[in-house]
């Protein structure tokens, strides 16, 4: 049975996928207390192709950049699911970490990492509001334009 959140992503045309697995050595997620800390997520689309690949300020645009960011958000998410396996155990979004692959003179970062923002608040309403950081970065692992970590306040 889909829970509520889900039926949410789905009216947006969101369907999880599984989880991507880590490349590296690291765990995709750790639960401490009612505390969950979701690993960075990349914005590779479910098939394991980059969103948009390269430099915000450069090769890609706020626009392709933000659709990178709400693709991390969606993989995000797909790592909760693993977690608890129900996104309607999510109490609170409690915090962003945005990575920007930027050019030197980039200064739009908060725009590009409005499309995870946006799609949280989209799924978990008002427990979708989070705080917030975002970094411009000099490169991101395969040359990803945005990579998104998370903290979840979960039942």
């Not at 960011?69 to 790592?79: E, T």
């Not at 155990?89 to 908060?110: Q, T, W, Y």
């Amino acid at each position: 049975m889909v829970g509520t959140v889900e039926q949410k992503l789905a009216e947006q045309g969101i369907k999880l996928h599984e989880a991507p697995s880590p490349v590296a050595n690291y765990v995709p997620f750790v639960r401490t207390g009612n505390l969950l800390f979701v690993s960075g997520q990349v914005c590779f689309d479910p098939a394991g192709t980059l969103i948009a690949k390269g430099k915000l300020g450069a090769d890609v645009s706020i626009e392709q950049g933000a659709a990178a960011a709400r693709g991390c958000a969606v993989n995000l998410l797909a790592q909760v699911k693993a977690a608890l396996g129900d996104l309607d155990k999510v109490v609170r979004v409690v915090r962003l970490g945005g990575f920007i692959n930027s050019a030197p003179d980039f200064l739009d970062g908060p725009k590009v990492l409005n499309g995870a923002s946006d799609l949280m608040v989209a799924a978990f309403g008002d427990k979708g509001r989070h705080a917030r950081t975002t970094v411009g970065v000099a490169s991101l692992p395969a040359d990803a334009a945005v990579e998104v970590e998370a903290v979840f306040e979960v039942a």
